[in-house]
């Protein structure tokens, strides 16, 4: 049965709201997902009057580095997906095998 966000302490639930309400961040060239920008995190601790700041802080960057993480696994798939594309579609006479006998 999957988690549902009542099965987490509040303090996770709290976490999971203010990181929704953050804007991501991407790298300006390659557009890498950075994570998120944190310069309203204070603004948004005040707003919804947290009193555990610190606890909801630490959720907030795991919940930010599992996504990161998520991310980069997600670009590199579709990066190397991409390669063998590439290279399968170079056409006949550019693949080359080798057959080893020992």
């Not at 944190?38 to 009193?51: A, G, M, Q, R, T």
């Not at 930010?64 to 590199?76: I, P």
């Not at 990066?79 to 080893?100: C, D, F, I, L, W």
Request: contains cysteine; negative net charge.
């Amino acid at each position: 049965m999957p988690l549902t966000m009542g099965d987490f302490p509040s303090e996770v639930q709290v976490a999971f709201l203010l990181y929704s309400y953050m804007t991501d961040s991407y790298e300006g060239m390659s557009g890498t997902y950075m994570g998120k920008d944190w310069s309203n995190f204070e603004f948004l601790l005040e707003l919804h009057e947290i009193d555990n700041k610190l606890d909801v802080f630490y959720f907030c960057k795991l919940i930010e580095l599992s996504m990161v993480k998520y991310q980069s696994e997600q670009s590199d798939a579709k990066q190397k997906a991409e390669e063998r594309r590439a290279k399968n579609s170079a056409g006949p006479g550019q693949t080359y095998t080798h057959n080893v006998q020992g």
